[in-house]
C-alpha cells in the first residue's frame, strides 16, 4: 500500500480519484483496500482542512448565506420573477399539503 502526503491539488484530485474507485469496491475495513481508503479520507480531511477552509459565520468570516437572502437575490432578476410568480398556485398548495397530518 503505497500512500505518499497530498501536498499540491494535483496530488489532491489524484487522491480523490483513488478513494472514489475504492468507494465504488465498497471494500471491509480490515482488507488491504479498506485500510487505504481510511488512510486517504484522512490526509483528503487534513488537505481539505488546511487548503479549502470555509470561514464560520460566527468568526467574522463571510459563511454561508442566508437562505432567505438567496432567494431575495434571485427574485431581484425579473425572469425568476416571472417564474417563481407563475408558479406561485403551485408552491402554495405544496405548502398546504407539507402542513396536513398524514392519514393512513
Known sequence: MEITPIRTEKDHRAALRVVSSLVD?????????????DV????????????????????????VKNLKDVKAERLANPAVRQAYDAQAPEFELARELIGKPIQG
Not at 40 to 63: C, F
Request: net charge negative; aromatic share 2%; proline share 8%.
Open 25 to 37: 469496491q465498497d471494500p471491509s475495513s480490515d482488507s488491504p483496500e479498506g485500510e487505504r481508503l
Open 40 to 63: 486517504l479520507s484522512s490526509l483528503i480531511e487534513a488537505y481539505e482542512g488546511k487548503h479549502h477552509a470555509m470561514d464560520s459565520p460566527d468568526k467574522g468570516g463571510i459563511g
